[in-house]
């Protein structure tokens, strides 16, 4: 009797513990894992979108970007949030994946019960090129020059 309840326990342990998966995996197999828990890694990317004690984040992986729906209160320190002058921090999130969340319009989410901070990111330099400082210039300088002659067309014709 005690086996069966211990296989009973495995059993219902081994489904409810959380599925690691990619944004690919999660998105090309959405119906098998919607409902189900799940473990995304992911870089922080744009910004937090507070909603009342809800937040919105972005995480990206190498597959794509997957919305994550969590609680402030459980949201832990981010420094870095992934853009041109920064790479994000790298967080760890487990909680429910939706494929078409009622709750939010019907959209592909995961609503986080944990998250961590796995790594922290950093300011990227921005390395400016010489090429395209100088397109960037010569672009700028055709501008003025176009702008000076319709004015200088715009006087003559006033005149005439």
Not at 35 to 53: H, Y
Not at 151 to 160: D, H
């Amino acid at each position: 009797m005690k086996s069966g309840v211990l296989i009973l326990l495995l059993a219902f342990a081994s489904t409810r513990a959380p599925a690691q998966a990619g944004s690919a995996e999660l998105i090309e197999k959405a119906k098998e894992y919607d409902g189900r828990p799940v473990e995304f890694v992911g870089e922080a990317i744009g910004e937090s979108m507070r909603r009342g004690d809800h937040v919105w984040l972005n995480l990206l992986d190498n597959g794509g970007a997957i919305g994550i729906w969590a609680r402030r209160a459980d949201l832990p320190a981010i420094r870095f949030f992934g853009s041109a002058a920064a790479r994000g921090d790298t967080l760890r999130v487990q909680g429910i994946f939706h494929r078409s969340c009622p709750e939010h319009g019907g959209d592909l989410d995961i609503h986080a019960s944990a998250l961590e901070v796995v790594a922290r990111g950093e300011l990227t330099p921005v390395k400016l090129r010489a090429g395209r400082m100088a397109l960037a210039a010569g672009l700028l300088l055709s501008a003025a020059v176009a702008f000076l002659l319709w004015r200088a067309r715009l006087k003559l014709q006033n005149r005439a």
